[in-house]
């Protein structure tokens, strides 16, 4: 009954490659994260979004790009996957903005190659 | 800059003995604090949070923390541990002056030795 799914729990991709990574939730949430998890770095919040069909830049946008196409929904894409962008991918939601209870996916290890 | 140190990168203890994991800091303004888990391979779950009130705030599986406005800190502590207690543990700020987003530290590792 996990409530934030992703999909793939993992993937090897080749540089400059296209990756897309899955996030669906059952939370009726409005707020939607990706973080990405390096070792020595934490968390660091990549896009979020409040509403469908819209996407924000967190902290460290650069080289990737969101989709919310509903609002159980929000993608993240690696147009040109590069080998630094090779880190664990953490999708979360939540129900209101400065919300401090996210809820996580389990995770999508991310290989590039 | 908001920013959250949590200065110990690796944790070991013993079943039955007292942990405390320590979270500080350094930004001012209302702020909102809270702690989250991760066990390997696994997503973060939230412990438990401090906005207002009493200091100390109880979490999940006898999971304890405290706020230290002087000290800016918001430390973790539970009494007695137990293997399964065996993951890392992170710290959150949250602040209204740093556009509401969530900070996370960097974590502590804890392992629960038998």
């Known amino acids: 009954e996990a409530a934030v799914t992703q999909s793939p729990r993992s993937k090897v991709a080749v540089t400059g490659g296209k990756v897309t990574l899955s996030c669906h939730q059952t939370?009726?949430?409005?707020?939607m994260y990706w973080y990405r998890q390096d070792t020595g770095h934490g968390l660091r919040l990549i896009h979020y979004?409040?509403?469908?069909?819209?996407?924000e830049k967190g902290d460290i946008p650069d080289g990737y790009k969101a989709s919310r196409p509903s609002q159980e929904n929000f993608s993240l894409i690696l147009e040109l996957a590069s080998l630094s962008q090779t880190a664990v991918y953490f999708c979360?939601?939540?129900?209101?903005?400065?919300?401090?209870?996210?809820?996580f996916g389990a995770g999508t290890r991310l290989s590039v190659l | 800059t908001q920013t959250v140190s949590q200065s110990d990168a690796h944790v070991t203890v013993f079943e039955g003995d007292s942990v405390e994991l320590r979270c500080n800091y350094s930004?001012?303004?209302?702020?909102?604090l809270s702690w989250y888990i991760q066990h390997h391979g696994h997503g973060l779950q939230f412990l438990l949070k401090?906005?207002?009130?009493?200091?100390v705030v109880q979490g999940v599986n006898g999971f304890e923390a405290e706020f230290s406005k002087s000290d800016s800190s918001f430390h973790l502590r539970k009494a007695s541990v137990h293997w399964s207690d065996s993951a890392v543990y992170f710290c959150?700020?949250?602040?209204?002056?740093?556009?509401?987003?969530?900070?996370f530290g960097i974590g502590t590792r804890v392992l629960v030795r038998p």
């Open positions: 979004s409040y509403v469908a069909d819209s996407t």
């Open positions: 959150a700020v949250r602040a209204n002056s740093a556009g509401n987003k969530l900070t």
């Open positions: 930004y001012g303004g209302s702020i909102y």
């Open positions: 939370n009726n949430h409005d707020y």
């Open positions: 979360a939601s939540s129900d209101r903005q400065g919300a401090n209870t996210l809820y």
């Open positions: 401090y906005y207002s009130g009493n200091p």
